[in-house]
């Protein structure tokens, strides 16, 4: 099974309107966390946000927040305001905490986003 | 710049040569990654160091790829035979060890087989 489903290969937004990126993910652990890049055309991947298992206040850094629904097993970004310069694939991953190997990023497929002026 | 940096940014060349690619990690940073991404997809773990030591290599990586961190430092990565499906963007990330540690990217290498 995979272990980050994206299911939006792409989306579109207006510019300054709110979107929201899917993500759902499948761990057996107690402890993981989650964390969302962004990767535009030049290729390299940016941090964005980040999500504990344990932490009980969904995320947020500026612009972008994530929804964090625990039993649902779903940690979708929500970008507000977006922007032009959003534009780019967006990639959820996570990291389980428990067993060897606990420093790994599992990556989703990710979602194109298209922001339109 | 004090990013991951590395090199070359692209590569191209024929089946059954040998390419090495270099990375670069953010100076204090005793963790460095590489990873894989091919078109669509996102990226696959491949190795992992700490400081000197490869501590994972993933089942993607077969006996025609190895890498190195001498010194702890700098890292390269070495593909020996390169096939057409090698073709791929080789990233690598470093990270300075905390629990909720972000990876530092660098802009990848782009390599392509003919």
């Known amino acids: 099974a995979q272990k980050i489903t994206q299911t939006q290969p792409g989306m579109f937004v207006q510019e300054k309107e709110a979107v929201t990126l899917d993500c759902t993910y499948d761990?057996?652990?107690?402890?993981?966390?989650l964390f969302w890049y962004k990767q535009p055309s030049s290729g390299e991947m940016i941090f964005l946000i980040y999500q504990g298992s344990y932490d009980e206040q969904n995320a947020t850094e500026g612009r972008y927040s994530l929804n964090f629904q625990k039993a649902r097993k779903s940690a979708n970004l929500v970008i507000s305001a977006s922007q032009l310069g959003d534009s780019a694939m967006y990639f959820c991953?996570?990291?389980?905490?428990?067993?060897?190997?606990?420093?790994?990023?599992?990556f989703g497929k990710g979602t194109l986003l298209t922001v339109n002026p | 710049d004090t990013g991951v940096s590395q090199d070359p940014r692209h590569k191209i060349t024929k089946r059954g040569q040998n390419v090495t690619f270099r990375c670069d990690p953010i100076s204090e940073h005793n963790r460095l990654y590489w990873y894989r991404q091919t078109l669509g997809q996102g990226p696959e773990f491949l190795t992992y160091?700490?400081?000197?030591?490869?501590?994972?290599k993933s089942r993607l990586l077969s006996d025609r790829f190895s890498a190195e961190r001498p010194k702890g430092s700098f890292s390269t990565l070495e593909i020996q035979r390169t096939e057409q499906g090698d073709s791929a963007m080789y990233l690598c990330?470093?990270?300075?060890?905390?629990?909720?540690?972000?990876?530092?990217f660098g802009s990848g290498t782009q390599l392509s087989v003919l």
């Open positions: 761990t057996s652990d107690q402890s993981y966390g």
């Open positions: 160091f700490q400081n000197e030591a490869q501590l994972e």
């Open positions: 991953a996570m990291r389980e905490f428990s067993g060897g190997s606990n420093y790994k990023l599992t």
């Open positions: 990330a470093t990270s300075s060890g905390e629990t909720n540690e972000k990876l530092f």
